[in-house]
């Protein structure tokens, strides 16, 4: 059974910082990707950054410069650096990740959520 641990949102004012985590647990399996998506109120949810295990990045427009994806591969994890922050990127983060099992098929695996609230 493969687990998306996610931990670091939080309340912080605009242009402050936080750091997101999301570790995958469990056996038998290898990561394609890894990424975050966010949901703010009344919108649908979208891509907010992602890295492949190759180490390809893709981000969205609106946190290019400012945020920042990374891998710890030993660790299973990736993090999200997000800085200089908005209060239009409040928002619920959810950690994403697309893995192969030993059987070779893929699988896709959502964390719980992390609510991030920019706000003065």
């Known amino acids: 059974q493969v687990q998306l641990v996610e931990s670091g949102g939080g309340l912080v004012q605009p242009g402050g910082s936080l750091r997101l985590s999301c570790a995958a647990s469990?056996?038998?399996?290898?990561?394609?990707?890894m990424g975050w998506y966010r949901q703010a109120p009344g919108k649908e949810r979208e891509l907010v950054a992602a890295i492949t295990s190759r180490g390809r990045i893709n981000y969205a427009d609106s946190v290019k410069v400012r945020f920042t994806i990374s891998r710890d591969n030993a660790k299973n994890t990736i993090y999200l650096q997000m800085n200089s922050l908005k209060p239009e990127d409040t928002a619920v983060y959810y950690c994403?990740?697309?893995?192969?099992?030993?059987?070779?098929?893929?699988?896709?695996?959502w964390g719980k959520g992390s609510l991030v609230t920019v706000s003065s």
């Open positions: 994403n990740a697309n893995l192969v099992d030993r059987r070779g098929y893929t699988m896709l695996y």
């Open positions: 469990g056996s038998g399996f290898s990561i394609n990707a």
